[in-house]
């Protein structure tokens, strides 16, 4: 029966399970390829089924206190000025969901996991299944060998493309290129949020209650654009393209965005498989089910799918055909419903025609007097509750 279990990725699923199959009697070891865990980020939202599992992880009081704190949102008009302010109280988001930074939920996850052993720096070059388990080839560290893998190294994973084949076979590109990144607060924001759109194209500034200063935003409708990940030069090409002659303060943004320490530009894209795992090798979080940051649910799943893994390979005594089967069966149809999500995320956030994005102004201007929860927020509720828990104690069934 499998014990020792090497994780690849140490955002927020890969230390999430590594803290759940410790308690639960596993030896886990997580391999990333930063130097040390990566602080900082974006916003992230906790919801659903998900709040339940940071409850039981023990992070739930941490999580609560390092809410952003958001109040709402501004839609800016070519003339630089907001035509309409809207309270977040008015979009109807479900009592006890959170929103806080990504980087402060990896640490609250990494803090929980004392005694797994971390191997920052370094990459997973190889994997060759024997009879017995994994021998996992390193860039750096000797080869080792382990029970299980499990690929918790995003969208771009590693993993993925060294067990299941190439990234091509298995993303859905959404439409969408989307680049975030610290900026000054310009615009002396105070746990709000200014957005502009033209047709295809969305610009934004937002200050939460925990940032020193901002966070910037640029996304574009697009086909899928070939760069290079590592060549930032490139990106900020295509940003320049992108918003060529845009208003407001996108050129200032534009600007910001190459002194950025924490720069990021990808494409918006979800994964697809029939299966997530295959012989000893399983999936988790967005290597395996990424359902795009329009869907707002990518942290809240990682968080989820961690729980579910960890719990069905306890309650299978390690068996791990049998673990990862009940894994897939719980989890699919949640997934599907959350990846959903995306489509009326791109509409709110980047509207493609001038008559969708007026449409969702004038949805927005009325908000205040809809009933609770009339748009969006209530598919998001239904989709973040779909599934069942596993029990917080042993239940073995093999």
């Keep these: 029966m499998a014990k020792t279990v090497l994780i690849s990725g140490a955002s927020i699923a890969g230390p999430a399970l590594a803290f759940w199959l410790n308690k639960w009697g596993f030896r886990p070891t997580v391999v990333e390829r930063a130097p040390a865990i990566r602080d900082g980020g974006y916003a992230i939202d906790v919801r659903g089924a998900a709040i339940e599992v940071a409850d039981r992880m023990g992070i739930l009081d941490g999580v609560r206190a390092a809410r952003t704190g958001m109040r709402g949102l501004s839609l800016i008009g070519a003339d630089g000025r907001s035509f309409a302010d809207v309270d977040m109280s008015q979009l109807g988001s479900a009592e006890g969901d959170v929103e806080l930074m990504r980087g402060t939920l990896t640490r609250l996850i990494h803090e929980r996991t004392d005694g797994t052993k971390y191997l920052f720096g370094d990459s997973i070059t190889g994997l060759t299944e024997r009879p017995g388990g ?6 750096h560290h000797p080869p080792r060998e382990f029970d299980l893998v499990v690929g918790a190294d995003g969208l771009h994973s590693h993993v993925r493309r060294l067990a299941f084949g190439p990234e091509d076979a298995f ?3 959404l439409g969408y290129h989307v680049s975030i990144f610290s900026t000054e607060n310009v615009l002396g924001l105070d746990r709000w949020t200014a957005m502009f759109n033209e047709p295809g194209r969305m610009a934004g500034q937002y200050r939460a209650r925990t940032d020193r200063g901002a966070k910037g935003i640029l996304a574009f409708t697009s086909p899928e654009l070939t760069f290079d990940p590592h060549d930032v030069t490139g990106q900020f090409a295509l940003l320049d393209e992108a918003f060529s002659g845009a208003g407001w ?4 943004l534009l600007a910001a965005a190459r002194r950025a320490p924490d720069f990021y530009f990808d494409s918006v894209s979800q994964i697809h498989l029939d299966r997530w795992s295959r012989g000893r090798v399983v999936l988790l979080g967005d290597a395996g089910y990424c359902p795009s940051p329009l869907s707002g649910q990518g942290s809240s799943l990682a968080l989820v799918g961690a729980y579910v893994l960890a ?26 419903r959350n990846q959903k999500l995306a489509t009326d995320g791109a509409k709110i956030l980047i509207p493609k025609t001038r008559s969708s994005l007026l449409l969702r102004n004038g949805l927005l201007r009325l908000a205040p007097h809809l009933p609770e929860r009339a748009f969006f927020s209530k598919k998001v509720h239904a989709a973040a509750n779909a599934i069942d828990l596993p029990a917080d104690s042993a239940d073995v069934t093999a």
């Design 311 to 336: 719990a069905e390979l306890r309650d299978c005594g390690g068996n791990h055909p049998l673990a990862f089967d009940r894994y897939e069966t719980r989890m699919r149809d949640f997934v599907q």
């Design 249 to 252: 303060i996108v050129p200032r």
């Design 171 to 173: 993303r859905r590109h």
């Design 134 to 139: 994994v021998r996992v080839s390193f860039e």
